[in-house]
């Protein structure tokens, strides 16, 4: 091991000695280099002074699942005294050793924050890092491929909502589940100002209950669609064991697909599309096969009616290979739904009717869905009047956080004419650019500021969609830019997700050291498996406790607002729109990193 070393650092040397062709940087900094090497080899070869406990300290919060080789890595260490760490390997040779940075105390997380650093440490393998205090965190990998098995564990987590079908056991596994809400005979509500009923089966529930509503879907589907518009291979074929894998088709296209079909049977005959599909109350923690409430389709407002539009014409670019007739299915229902939002008469924000307290979804300001839904048309039809709907009514170029389904629209939009850029008008196209570059480099100002190098410091329902948004925001920078700074970020708030958080928790069900048993997901509540179904993003931190009569949290600070208990909807639920910016994040690091 220790000659590997040696060998690999005269590497190194001999590169930099020839790339240094001025002759005082040889003279000055090839004595510095050789010693430098011969004390990392040195190093390599040294084991630690102090023991290595055997439990990991849950103070050392660490990406849980990793690093990839080539990228930056970073940890925090809270509320302990040390200086200085070593990163060591599993043959307790130290291989790399550096000082902490004291970053002070974090004043929403109460925790006295010092950070480390060890990016230089390139080799594959698994680690951990021992701080001079004694403590060592969890090990974790630095590998190629890092995400690989939690971002096919993402999508797959779509397949373990699928209404109106049984999971089955080659598929599930553990996970195995009869089929339940059929959903073919569903009353409409008054609210549909229709009579009678639809039959609208499929799709995915909407989060830890199951409804179906259509503002969120439309967003979920998208913002996956969008990884696959950057990146067509992004999922390749057969990765998932789902019922379709095989066809020939990425499973990622599969998967999305039934929630697609399950979307179209909401088209109302003129082009308005219904809100949600859901009982009139949320039901109790039962399995799928054991719902009892009656389903109802409720709702017809103009957010679900352009959310549709937008993610339909989408769709229409997406499937145009795979399946042109479905394609321009697409097409024809996204346009339908833009003409039926467009008459003033039916520009509704959507309330829940008295008898209703499932979901709201509520979104009092629409301005921001005409605009996305006009962005995906403009790039789909190359049309004049949504050009013109985009040029006459800009959207302020900004990241709200919290509830995507009604803040991140405006971003949907952005992203969807910045990754289509040549298919745009030309000014319009640059003058975007810009402004994303410039929104993504106040994302990295706000990242410097936070001890735990991310770029929120307030905590709401599903905090952690905001952290995973604004990861997606810089891994557009980063197509866009092609600069390192962008991805560094990306890589921040995706190592944020994976336990370098003040809670400690990695927040993907099924992964990490420290992992949520007990999320607010009616199936992993009542199948009677220890475990969570995997695959899920977790809402995260939530200052507002809107369950506190029900949830006991063991910290007054925001970012520690968190309780792994089943209990807490409002920090522990499951929810699609929470894991599509995962599978967008993950997916895009993937790709990049390859
Ligand atoms: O932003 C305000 C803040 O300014 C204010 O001080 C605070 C006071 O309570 O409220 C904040 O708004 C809250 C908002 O979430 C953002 O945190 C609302 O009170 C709160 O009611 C709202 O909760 C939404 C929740 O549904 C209840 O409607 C969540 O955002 C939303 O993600 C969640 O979505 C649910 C679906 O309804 C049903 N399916 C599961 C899904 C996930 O939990
Ligand atoms: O269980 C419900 C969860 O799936 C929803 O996302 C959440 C949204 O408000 O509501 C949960 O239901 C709670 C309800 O809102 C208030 N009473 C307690 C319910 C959970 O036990």
Avoid at 46 to 69: D, F, K, T, V
Wanted: proline fraction near 4%.
């Amino acid at each position: 091991m220790c000659i590997h070393l040696v060998l690999l650092n005269l590497k190194v040397s001999n590169k930099t000695t020839i790339l240094a062709s001025n002759k005082n940087y040889n003279t000055i900094m090839k004595p510095v280099y050789l010693f430098t090497i011969l004390s990392i080899v040195l190093l390599s070869c040294s084991a630690p002074e102090l023991p290595l406990p055997e439990e990991g300290s849950e103070q050392i919060r660490i990406n849980q699942l990793g690093y990839y080789p080539q990228s930056l890595k970073e940890f925090v260490v809270a509320d302990l005294e040390a200086t200085s760490f070593q990163v060591v390997d599993k043959q307790q040779k130290i291989r790399h050793k550096g000082v902490l940075t004291d970053r002070g105390t974090w004043e929403v997380s109460g925790e006295k924050v010092l950070t480390g650093d060890f990016t230089r440490l390139t080799k594959s393998g698994t680690y951990r890092i021992l701080l001079n205090t004694g403590e060592a965190s969890f090990p974790f990998e630095i590998e190629d491929k890092l995400y690989s098995e939690a971002l096919n564990a993402s999508i797959k987590s779509f397949y373990y909502q699928r209404a109106s079908m049984a999971i089955e056991e080659s598929y599930g596994g553990i996970y195995k589940r009869g089929s339940g809400h059929p959903d073919d005979n569903c009353a409409y509500h008054p609210s549909t100002g229709n009579k009678g009923f639809l039959s609208s089966p499929g799709g995915w529930y909407d989060a830890g209950d199951y409804g179906k509503y259509i503002v969120n879907a439309s967003i979920t589907v998208s913002q996956m669609l969008n990884l696959l518009e950057l990146h067509p291979d992004a999922m390749a074929h057969d990765k998932l064991n789902i019922p379709e894998s095989g066809n020939g088709i990425s499973d990622l296209l599969d998967e999305i697909r039934y929630e697609l079909d399950w979307m179209m049977t909401m088209q109302d005959e003129d082009g308005g599309v219904y809100f949600k599909l859901t009982a009139e109350k949320f039901g109790g923690f039962i399995m799928p096969e054991e719902y009892d409430l009656d389903r109802l389709i409720i709702g017809k407002a103009t957010a679900s009616s352009l959310d549709y539009a937008a993610t339909m014409a989408q769709v229409s670019r997406v499937y145009a290979e795979v399946d042109p007739a479905f394609s321009a299915a697409a097409l024809v229902t996204a346009e339908s739904a833009w003409a039926w939002a467009w008459a003033a008469v039916n520009q509704v924000v959507y309330r829940n009717p008295e008898d209703v307290s499932t979901g709201e979804y509520g979104d009092d300001q629409l301005s921001d869905e005409y605009y996305w839904a006009a962005a995906e048309l403009y790039v789909s039809t190359g049309k004049k009047i949504y050009l013109n709907y985009l040029l006459e009514n800009e959207e302020p170029y900004e990241h709200q956080i919290t509830n995507s389904w009604k803040f991140f629209i405006r971003n949907m939009g952005f992203h969807t004419l910045l990754a289509n850029r040549e298919k745009i008008d030309p000014a319009l196209a640059e003058s975007l650019t810009k402004k994303h570059l410039s929104l993504s480099d106040e994302i990295l100002q706000k990242m410097e500021s936070i001890p735990y190098g991310i770029s929120i410091d307030h905590f709401e329902w599903g905090s952690n969609s905001d952290v995973l948004n604004q990861a997606m925001i810089l891994c557009f920078a980063h197509h866009l830019s092609g600069e390192q700074k962008y991805l560094d970020g990306a890589i921040r708030n995706t190592d944020y997700i994976f336990g370098k958080n003040a809670t400690g928790y990695s927040f993907l069900t099924g992964y990490g050291s420290k992992q949520v048993m007990s999320p607010h997901h009616r199936p992993s509540g009542a199948d009677e498996i220890i475990e969570p179904v995997p695959g899920f993003i977790l809402g995260g931190p939530n200052d507002h406790r809107q369950d506190r009569q029900q949830t006991k949290y063991d910290s007054e600070f925001a970012a520690k607002a968190f309780a792994d208990v089943e209990a807490s909807f409002a920090s522990n639920e499951v929810c699609l729109n929470w894991n599509a910016p995962a599978v967008f994040v993950l997916g895009y690091l993937e790709q990049v990193m390859k």
